[in-house]
């Protein structure tokens, strides 16, 4: 499995800014994907997850104002980031578990100036 994401960038506090990551390879019918963050010198933490079936579970920094979305039949998955702050800033990860199995993408930078 192979995880392709995109996206990031810089943005003023108050922005947008939409993440989206692609996958390849095996994926089974069931499965969670989401996206994390990490600071330097932080855990990566959990910002959304989504599973296929459509159930979503957000940290509750962002909720209200991020937004999960998958496409099953494209095999991605978004993340809408509205009214963005500065605490946003952090590289974004994209993730996908399955059957006892994570995977990870390359990690993209979000960058909100304040």
């Known amino acids: 499995v192979q995880l392709q994401a995109s996206g990031g960038g810089l943005v003023q506090t108050g922005g947008s800014l939409r993440l989206s990551c692609a996958a390849s390879?095996?994926?089974?019918?069931?499965?969670?994907m989401g996206w994390y963050r990490q600071t330097p010198g932080n855990e990566r933490d959990l910002v959304a997850a989504?599973?296929?079936?459509?159930?979503?579970n957000y940290a509750g920094s962002v909720k209200g104002r991020f937004i999960i979305s998958r496409d099953n039949a494209e095999k991605k998955v978004y993340l809408q980031m509205n009214s963005l702050k500065p605490e946003d800033t952090a590289v974004y990860y994209c993730?996908?578990?399955?059957?006892?199995?994570?995977?990870w993408g390359q990690g993209t930078q979000v960058t909100v100036s304040s």
């Open positions: 390879g095996s994926i089974f019918s069931f499965n969670v």
């Open positions: 989504i599973t296929s079936g459509g159930i979503t």
């Open positions: 993730n996908l578990w399955q059957s006892n199995s994570n995977y």
